[in-house]
């Protein structure tokens, strides 16, 4: 079983800077896909921002040129750094992983952007 636990959410004033950190554990596996999504209150949960394995990166026009995700293999973790952030950023933001045609989220981390 795969699990996955996101850290690093925290209350930031808008125009700041953070890094979320998503790190996996459980059986070996071949990782396809790693990402981040976030939903805020009456939204649906919508894609940030996804690493693939061999094939590179893809962003959300959002936030394109403010959010960058990136991966460290030796710790099975993925990072989510997200500059520039605005009010509209304030969210529950979950890390994804697919492998092997199945998808495991994370439990979620709170960022809250102040204006």
Do not use: H
């Not at 520039?84 to 989220?105: F, M, N, V």
């Amino acid at each position: 079983q795969v699990q996955l636990v996101e850290s690093g959410g925290v209350l930031v004033q808008a125009g700041g800077s953070l890094r979320l950190s998503c790190a996996a554990s459980g059986n070996s596996f071949s990782v396809n896909l790693m990402g981040w999504y976030r939903q805020s209150p009456g939204k649906q949960r919508e894609m940030l921002a996804i690493i693939i394995s061999d094939s590179g990166t893809n962003y959300a026009d959002p936030v394109k040129g403010r959010f960058t995700i990136s991966r460290d293999n030796r710790k099975n973790t993925v990072y989510l750094q997200m500059n520039s952030l605005k009010p509209e950023d304030t969210a529950i933001y979950y890390c994804t992983l697919l492998a092997l045609g199945r998808s495991y989220w994370g439990q979620g981390t709170q960022v809250t952007v102040s204006s």
